[in-house]
């Protein structure tokens, strides 16, 4: 396994592989790396003969300092994770290498940008976009791997990607859950023993609506489930929404296609997200 530094060291690793037609394949993380992390590689390794994970907190997509101060950054850990999980090259700049100067950053993300998380976290995919073109221009991979788990971010990203007119393939992969339900996160670190217990009731939320999406109209359905997180001590809720995966309104039409369920909450300090595709 390389791990690389600088997009100049990068590119002259990755050149040679290029032109000998190998499919090269980048897993965007910001670190902290969990199972999640690990099943997305795994995805890249069937769909590509190079895998490429960048490893980068980047401070453009925090709209809370505090976050980007306490985000956790276990580095022997990751290495280890990595190497285990068989990834070719690490890439791992600085903020320097990736914002050697002041630099403004504003591109049209369509009306879903200021949806759901864009509006809890004004902002917040314009820095995604970001760091991802950027790493897109170092890279230059044929496909690129998203997680579900963040359901919007990819979303927009396919928004930045078709705005560049860029040729990467993006491939969206399933959540990947421990096994009581809570979709595993780097940010899971922070919740204490307490939170840990409450924050089941995001993935028992969205399991309720998706168990009983055929014999309940939405507005119950929302109901119920805003009603299970509301009722549970230490988890303040952000938004419970049934929308169309597409456009992120909200819908209440169940024969609408392509439904998913989103939920955002803090549980303590720390805030989560979670969703379930439904139809
Ligand atoms: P992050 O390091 O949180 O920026 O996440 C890096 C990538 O891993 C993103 O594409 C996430 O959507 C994805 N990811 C995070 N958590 C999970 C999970 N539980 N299951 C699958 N993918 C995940």
Excluded at 191 to 220: K, M
Aim: hydrophobic share 45%; proline share 5%.
């Amino acid at each position: 396994m390389k791990v690389i530094n600088t997009i100049a060291a990068l590119r002259t690793l990755l050149e040679p592989m290029k032109v000998g037609q190998q499919k090269i394949a980048l897993v965007p993380t910001m670190g902290a790396l969990h199972k999640g992390h690990v099943s997305l590689i795994s995805i890249a390794q069937q769909y590509a003969d190079v895998v490429v994970c960048s490893i980068f907190v980047n401070p453009t997509q925090f709209t809370d300092p505090k976050d980007l101060e306490k985000y956790p950054r276990p580095l022997e850990h990751d290495m280890r994770m990595l190497k285990d999980a068989g990834c070719d090259v690490v890439f791992m700049p600085s903020v320097q290498e990736m914002y050697p100067e002041a630099e403004s950053w504003h591109i049209d993300l369509g009306p879903a940008e200021f949806l759901l998380e864009g509006e809890f976290r004004r902002g917040h995919y314009q820095g995604v976009t970001q760091i991802v073109k950027k790493l897109f221009d170092a890279v230059l991979p044929d496909l690129a791997f998203f997680g579900q788990k963040d359901f919007q971010q990819i979303l927009m990203i396919e928004n930045m990607v078709a705005y560049f007119g860029l040729s990467v393939q993006l491939v969206s992969c399933p959540i990947i859950r421990e096994d009581d339900g809570l979709a595993m996160s780097s940010r899971n670190i922070h919740l204490t023993a307490e939170d840990r217990r409450n924050a089941l009731v995001l993935s028992r939320a969205l399991t309720y609506v998706r168990d009983h999406f055929s014999e309940e109209e939405i507005p119950a359905l929302l109901q119920e489930a805003r009603a299970m997180i509301s009722n549970t001590a230490g988890v303040e809720l952000d938004y419970f929404t049934i929308a169309d995966g597409r456009t992120l309104l909200p819908e209440t039409d169940k024969d609408h296609p392509g439904l998913v369920a989103l939920v955002a909450a803090k549980v303590g300090q720390t805030r989560l997200i979670d969703n379930m595709l439904l139809n």
